[in-house]
């Protein structure tokens, strides 16, 4: 089974905080990804990343930053913690399939952070 | 511009009661996949179906159908005798050729709550 994790179930910062969620996932998956979840909008793609060190903007970097130094693991990092970014976070890696077609995004349980 | 429609915001209903939740989808890709994710309390998405856009059969899993309608751009899912432990947020999503297949575009997701 695909097995992907986040280090924090729950998550309390204060504005201003420099902020880490990490993920981690033991399929050997190219592709990684960073959602957020707001009631009434969705998931809404934040970043994503095809390969180590390769990183490419959603529909909402904005406030965020992320990085990928090993195949295993995508961080997403909130520079200056804000109260808007309050939010349920959710991480997802899917196998690099050839041109034309795709295989599955699997997710990690997610991370529910609170900015006070 | 790829875009995912989940016209329901919350669904009610009492067990084994039938209930079909609809997805309704706009994309100009001529070939894009249909997933459905059930989000449980947990708060992890987990994997329903995949659906390429060459494959118009319907499915049926047990206590649950797709109903796949290029002709309306429809990709409903129907629960069959409806049970408690379905009680969840249901995600449809899209990917296509336009997004790189790789990553999805999601509606704003249905709660169904079902009731004893």
């Known amino acids: 089974d695909v097995k992907v994790t986040q280090s924090s179930r729950y998550l309390v910062k204060r504005t201003g905080e420099k902020v880490f969620l990490e993920c981690v996932q033991d399929m050997d998956h190219e592709n990684m990804f960073w959602y957020r979840q707001d009631p009434g909008l969705g998931l809404r793609l934040i970043y994503f990343s095809y390969d180590v060190k390769m990183k490419e903007k959603g529909d909402i970097p904005e406030g965020y930053s992320v990085s990928r130094e090993k195949k295993e693991r995508f961080s997403l990092i909130l520079e200056s913690a804000s109260t808007n970014q309050t939010s349920m976070y959710l991480c997802a890696s899917i196998f690099q399939t050839g041109q034309g077609r795709t295989d599955t995004q699997y997710f990690g349980p997610g991370t529910r952070l609170t900015v006070l | 511009a790829q875009k995912v429609t989940q016209a329901q915001t919350e669904i009610s209903v009492v067990e084994k009661e039938d209930v079909t939740l609809d997805c309704v989808y706009e994309?100009?890709?001529?070939?894009?996949?249909l997933f459905w994710y059930k989000q449980p309390p947990s708060g992890e998405l987990v994997f329903l179906i995949r659906?390429?856009?060459?494959?118009?059969q319907n499915e049926i899993s047990g206590r649950y159908s797709w109903n796949f309608q290029k002709s309306t751009s429809s990709f409903n899912f129907t629960i069959t005798a409806s049970q408690v432990v379905d009680s969840a947020v249901y995600f449809c999503?899209?990917?296509?050729?336009?997004?790189?297949?790789?990553?999805?575009?999601f509606g704003t997701g249905t709660r169904l709550l079902v009731s004893p």
């Open positions: 994309t100009r890709d001529t070939t894009y996949y």
């Open positions: 999503a899209l990917s296509g050729m336009n997004t790189g297949f790789q990553k999805l575009v």
């Open positions: 659906r390429n856009s060459f494959d118009e």
